[in-house]
């Protein structure tokens, strides 16, 4: 909790930003310029050490399979280290003074978020990697109230899928437009590559039933009313007549935002299943029939499958005041503002139109690029080998 606290503080108070950075930045340099640079260290993390997927999961594993990489060390950063035991490789405990040792050692850094803390100590020995997470409707970075902190112009490659995402990080996050690399997320080539027989493992690992269609509903988060404490969410739904009126054709799946601490009001059953804990959100994707979501990066993920998604944004006009919204979500879906419109949406569902819907949303944001995880790698290496030739 005390944790939590004060993540929120910095996120909040452009005072404290100011002061958290330019201390510890300044520290960690100088510690910095004692520690000696090992060039096949890499470091992974993925969401601030939350879990082992994502991006940095497809990196890590594609390199584990190259003979020239055969010789790195690999070591992922976790909150809890001890609750994975895969992947096979050193583990270190996030934000501890290992942690930023092991940072300082490494040539390498691959995240979806941030290796440094919202800190600025890497040296510039060190290739820095950030396939971002997602391409979304809701402000990020400096766009949002109280946030003044992002800069990545420290990034060496830094993923983008699409002219709309490359301006938001170049304007809103401080990135370099000579160091984006317009090739999608690595996590992202799995759904490009997906076929039959994949969806199908998909719903069996999933345990779910070969006669019914799937909902996955994944709301996007909402920031803390208790100073951070915690991060709930009170979904504006009642499970039972949910049940009551698709429980023939469907079952639903709920994934909750990583940053949500609590999922209030809802009683899980064999037809409305909580599956926020689940590590692979490709999976989900993949094994669902139809997305709900509001103002969450779910929809650029689900659309490059061309499969049906509605918008249910019960909170449209507080969530854009108080968070921000690059754009106006009805120029793009049929917005939903109530339990009862969405139900009746579900139940007399034109999945052609949708499909078309998600279609032209895909074409919108994303530029396509294949084999995203090859291209991030080659270029990782690459870097490394023209500082080691001084070019």
């Not at 290992?98 to 850094?109: N, V």
């Not at 299943?273 to 669902?288: E, F, T």
């Amino acid at each position: 909790m005390m944790r939590n606290t004060i993540e929120y503080l910095l996120k909040h108070n452009i005072f404290l930003q100011k002061a958290y950075q330019t201390v510890l930045s300044a520290f960690f340099r100088l510690i910095g310029i004692f520690i000696r640079t090992d060039d096949r260290l890499i470091l992974f993390s993925a969401f601030n050490g939350k879990n082992y997927n994502d991006s940095p999961k497809a990196v890590y594993e594609y390199m584990k399979m190259l003979p020239e990489c055969a010789s790195f060390r690999f070591v992922w950063a976790f909150e809890h280290p001890n609750q994975f035991p895969k992947p096979d490789c050193e583990k270190v405990k996030t934000d501890t003074w290992k942690y930023f040792i092991t940072a300082l050692k490494a040539k390498y850094w691959v995240t979806n978020v941030n290796i440094g803390r919202g800190l600025h100590f890497k040296k510039k020995a060190t290739v820095y990697l950030n396939t971002w997470h997602g391409t979304g409707p809701k402000k990020g970075g400096n766009a949002v109230n109280g946030r003044k902190d992002y800069n990545f112009s420290d990034i060496d490659i830094l993923c983008c899928d699409g002219e709309y995402l490359k301006e938001i990080m170049i304007r809103d996050f401080g990135a370099s437009e000579e160091n984006i690399l317009m090739c999608g997320r690595p996590r992202e080539d799995e759904l490009y590559h997906a076929t039959p027989e994949k969806v199908r493992s998909c719903r069996e690992k999933l345990n779910l039933p070969p006669d019914k269609k799937v909902i996955l509903y994944a709301p996007t988060w909402r920031d803390s009313k208790n100073g951070g404490k915690s991060y709930p969410l009170d979904l504006p739904i009642h499970p039972e007549l949910w049940e009551k009126e698709l429980k023939d054709d469907y079952i639903v799946l709920i994934r909750a935002h990583s940053l949500v601490t609590d999922l209030m009001k809802i009683n899980y059953t064999s037809f409305i299943r909580n599956v926020s804990a689940h590590p692979d959100i490709n999976d989900l994707y993949l094994a669902s029939d139809l997305l709900i979501s509001d103002y969450s990066s779910a929809f650029t993920d689900y659309s490059i499958l061309s499969k049906p998604m509605l918008c249910f944004a019960y909170d449209y006009a507080s969530f854009d005041r108080e968070r921000g919204l690059y754009f106006d979500l009805r120029d793009h879906f049929d917005v939903l503002f109530t339990e009862d419109e969405l139900l009746q949406k579900i139940k007399n569902l034109d999945s052609g139109r949708e499909r078309e819907i998600a279609e032209k949303y895909r074409n919108h944001f994303i530029r396509r690029q294949d084999n995203a995880t090859q291209q991030c790698v080659r270029r990782l290496l690459e870097l490394s080998q023209r500082q080691k030739s001084g070019e």
